[in-house]
């Protein structure tokens, strides 16, 4: 349903049929989840439920094919979505439809969509890291709003509005399921139970925070080179 024109040239006709058919409304907008906040309050709350808060050119493809080129895009952690506009002078924007067979591109970044079902309890966006001959590590960024507090009492201290972001690695298996893993080197070398040894000791050897995006995947890269 979606297409390109000769090459690399997508029709500007084409260009916002496509853009209709793979936009709902945006989340964010209602914040459902906690009470309304204009712009301004939204502005105002301490941490932000995007990486990058300004739109980022990029590109969505469908399954492997590219639909659509040069599109302004962000991922929103709290609503779990890719926020999209069709112009990058737009004021307003939508987001990409959950669909498995879309996958954005923004830099380097690569951001696809996994249903929760039953090889998989938890779905959602989930950001590539790494590709291995065996396994992929994705990392699932979850973004929680807590509501400003008023100090109770002269010993508390008031708390502002703030996002509060949290980052979780899973294991993705070429037969298609995804798997948590744990960030303390004991627990992962438990999960990784075909090479428990080696894994420990890279992971000693190097000295590795497995909190930190780049040591999870210097470990994964590992480990599906001796598997």
């Known amino acids: 349903i979606i297409f390109m024109a000769t090459g690399d040239v997508i029709s ?3 260009l916002n049929d496509a853009y209709n058919l793979m936009v709902r409304k945006s989340d964010i907008e209602q914040l459902n989840d906690f009470e309304v906040l204009s712009e301004e309050e939204l502005a105002g709350v301490e941490g932000s439920p995007y990486e990058n808060r300004k739109f980022i050119m990029g590109n969505i493809y469908q399954n492997d094919k ?3 080129k ?5 991922y929103n952690s709290f609503a779990d979505e890719i926020e999209m506009k069709q112009n990058s002078s737009d004021t307003e924007y939508n987001a990409l439809i959950k669909n498995p067979e879309y996958f954005v591109k ?4 690569v951001y696809i ?3 929760k079902n039953s090889s998989n309890e938890e779905g959602g966006y989930f950001k ?15 973004t929680t709003y807590l509501a400003p507090r008023e100090a109770r009492t002269s010993y508390e201290v008031a708390q502002p509005a ?3 972001t949290k980052d979780t690695y899973f294991l993705m298996s070429k037969d298609g399921k995804l798997g948590e893993l744990p960030t303390n080197r004991n627990k992962i070398s438990k999960v990784l139970t075909s090479r428990t040894k080696e894994i ?3 992971i000693d050897k190097n000295r590795l925070d497995l909190e930190q995006e780049a040591d999870m995947a210097r470990l994964i890269e590992y480990y599906n080179s001796i598997l």
């Not at 040069?70 to 962000?74: E, G, K, S």
């Not at 923004?106 to 970044?109: A, E």
């Not at 890291?129 to 979850?142: A, M, R, V, W």
Request: aromatic share 16%.
């Open 200 to 202: 420990k000791k890279f």
């Open 12 to 14: 500007q006709t084409n």
């Open 66 to 68: 590219l639909v659509l």
């Open 128 to 142: 590539i890291i790494t590709s291995g001959k065996h396994f992929d590590l994705y990392k699932k960024s979850t």
């Open 113 to 115: 969509f996994v249903p």
């Open 162 to 164: 703030k996002f509060v």
């Open 70 to 74: 040069n599109v302004p895009l962000r």
């Open 106 to 109: 923004m830099f380097n970044d």
